[in-house]
């Protein structure tokens, strides 16, 4: 997608050396727009643990990318097995980090020592491609429900939490995706945007891209969304995901369980998209055995922003000594969700709906 007019990945290979791994750094958005460079699996697996790279399929690309730095350091079995685990165990939720992971070690397996980085390359590429292609897929496959929303050319409002734009992906985005197209459709397109508490991603960063991309959009507290449906402001909501268990649960940013409670009391559709990546098949039931990633307190207790000079600051928002909570994730059950938006076209949220869509995955 385009920033000022220029087109960007959120992940790409340093043109100049050929290895080396450039991100945006998404800790220093919205208020500056930094590329970093990425040397080694380390700083790879320290970049997803702190959110400079964030959103599930981004995850993944990264810990693709990550494996290729640790490989050309040290090619042999037990550095590829010990750099695998370093960056599985960064973030617990997205299930896009351990499919990348394994796909990567799967088709390095049988490979010799001293042609595996070269391969790992490749393959990280490839992972990175086809998200992107994915999510274009998805975005064709999602904007008619915004279209089909639209009464007499009225602006379609659809409300997202959190970012699952093209920031949180490699490109396109998966909520965001059909939004994009509907917008380049020539469909009016307005999107409440949640702030997204404790980390802002939707303040932060939705409101961004969407801004950067000329969509229009609005800004809301958390709290909001529930009000606005019942007054008839939102025609649909679209959610990313981090995990979606077989039987169509979901796993997204904190607070997006509350949205669809609203959304299912006030009638408002309610989708969720994803590229087909972020399909958990080994977990039967979501609500109980997606793992939710618990994160510092002291992400609910400050919050950082632009300072008054200019400079990105912290203030504390909590008085010090209160005992603090920060479960990152929630799990919205199937039975509230309206359907799945995926590369291959919109299901139901349910195990049959996935394989009807999805008959060939193991
Ligand atoms: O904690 P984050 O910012 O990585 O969480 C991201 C989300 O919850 C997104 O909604 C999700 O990854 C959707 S995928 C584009």
Not at 16 to 45: F, K
Not at 222 to 240: E, F, P, S, T
Request: include cysteine; charge should be negative.
């Amino acid at each position: 997608m385009r920033i000022d007019g220029i087109a960007y990945r959120t992940i790409w290979l340093d043109p100049d050396d050929g290895w080396s791994v450039c991100i945006i750094d998404q800790t220093r958005l919205p208020w500056s727009l930094e590329i970093a460079r990425l040397t080694t699996v380390e700083e790879a697996a320290h970049a997803i643990r702190a959110m400079r790279v964030r959103g599930a399929p981004l995850i993944g690309a990264t810990a693709a990318f990550g494996l290729c730095l640790g490989l050309r350091a040290d090619p042999s079995d037990e550095a590829m097995a010990r750099d695998a685990s370093l960056l599985a165990a960064t973030r617990p939720t997205a299930v896009n980090l351990g499919w990348a992971l394994a796909r990567m070690r799967h088709r390095l397996a049988a490979v010799p020592p001293h042609e595996r980085a070269a391969r790992a390359y490749r393959e990280a590429q490839a992972i990175a491609d086809e998200d992107a292609v994915q999510n274009e897929a998805l975005g064709h496959v999602g904007a008619p429900l915004i279209a089909g929303r639209a009464r007499s050319g009225d602006t379609v409002n659809v409300l997202t939490h959190c970012n699952a734009g093209w920031l949180a992906c490699v490109d396109w985005g998966t909520a965001l995706a059909p939004i994009y197209v509907a917008h380049e459709q020539g469909v009016a397109v307005h999107v409440w945007v949640d702030e997204t508490r404790p980390r802002n991603q939707g303040a932060a960063l939705t409101a961004w891209e969407l801004g950067k991309h000329g969509v229009a959009h609005t800004v809301i507290a958390d709290n909001a969304g529930g009000h606005l449906m019942q007054r008839g402001l939102v025609d649909l909501v679209i959610v990313g995901t981090d995990r979606v268990s077989r039987n169509g649960d979901v796993a997204n940013k904190i607070g997006t369980y509350l949205k669809a409670l609203a959304a299912h009391d006030t009638g408002v559709p309610f989708y969720v998209a994803l590229p087909s990546s972020t399909i958990d098949w080994t977990i039967a039931d979501g609500v109980r055995d997606i793992p939710i990633e618990e994160r510092s307190g002291r992400e609910v207790s400050h919050m950082s922003g632009a300072m008054a000079d200019g400079r990105i600051g912290e203030i504390a928002v909590v008085a010090a000594g209160s005992p603090l909570a920060n479960p990152a994730f929630d799990v919205t059950p199937a039975r509230l969700v309206g359907g799945l938006i995926t590369e291959r076209g919109l299901c139901a949220a349910s195990e049959s709906g996935l394989r009807s869509l999805f008959p060939d995955a193991a």
